[in-house]
């Protein structure tokens, strides 16, 4: 089915979130980071994601030392827990998980001594950064993760002022082997008028390849709700997105 069948069989008022298929950024493992607390509210949000038609959520709790100090034996078996709770619950919905790493010298770290990283996709590595300055390692993080046959995936760009202010260090990262995820949320004003326009830029330059919902509780989901009816929202499905090859 192409995009556009989709897009005119979905009534104007519903999400058509189906088309997406797999949602790849988000914290619904229980007390592991400043996601979730318990297992209930992880399978209310995961309710609801089946509801708006998602069929496969990889969730990405934090990896970030000294705040969410996340092992891969911790979010597996975090994993293992939310799986089996989704199973008895009925909840129709594929689970994985891979995570969200902070990109600082721990990270830089990890990759120097090969420390195998959690993927999805195809060696596909979510990494975050500050919100404010640029990590001085940018640069240096993703040409390690394409050496050593990863690929970086920047999630939510749209929310670091530093690259709004730098269109030139925005030039550069779209020339290097990186995706682009948008937080879908973003297009609502959520965090910022200036977060929410950027979005919109990123969308009008067709940069994002991947949407994530980064949903930490339910207020999300209704922000989620809400992103589908901006106007920003159907150029983004537009757009060659891969979450729903994932
Ligand atoms: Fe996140």
Redesign the pocket.
């Known amino acids: 089915m192409s995009i556009f069948s989709f897009l005119n069989k979905s009534k104007s008022n519903e999400p058509d979130i189906g088309y997406l298929k797999t949602d790849v ?3 619904l493992i229980p007390a592991i980071d400043d996601g979730v607390q318990t297992i209930e509210q992880s399978l209310e949000i995961l309710r609801e994601m089946e509801t708006l038609g998602y069929s496969k959520v990889i969730t ?1 709790p ?1 990896t970030m030392t000294g705040s969410y100090d996340n092992t891969p034996e911790i979010i597996n078996g975090g994993l293992e827990r939310v799986k089996k709770a989704v199973d008895s619950e009925g909840i129709n919905i594929e689970l994985a998980a891979a995570t ?1 790493y902070f990109l600082d010298e721990t990270f830089m770290e990890r990759l120097e001594k090969d420390e195998p990283l959690m993927t999805f996709g195809e060696n596909l590595v979510l990494v ?1 950064t500050s919100f404010i300055s640029p990590p001085p390692q940018l640069k240096e993080a993703s040409f390690q993760l394409t050496m050593k046959g990863y690929k970086m995936v920047f ?2 760009p749209e929310r670091y002022i530093y690259l709004l202010e730098d269109k030139t260090l925005l030039e550069e990262l779209i020339d290097r082997d990186i995706i682009f995820q948008l937080n879908a949320v973003a297009l609502t004003g959520c965090y910022s008028k200036p977060v929410k326009k950027f979005a919109e830029k990123l969308i009008d330059m067709r940069i994002p390849r991947l949407v ?1 919902t ?1 949903c ?1 509780n339910m207020g999300h989901i209704d922000l989620l709700k809400e992103a589908t009816q901006t106007k920003y929202w159907k150029k983004l499905l537009e757009l060659e997105l891969l979450n729903n090859s994932l």
């Open positions: 950024h988000s914290h990405t934090h969200e975050e999630a939510h994530g980064d930490h």
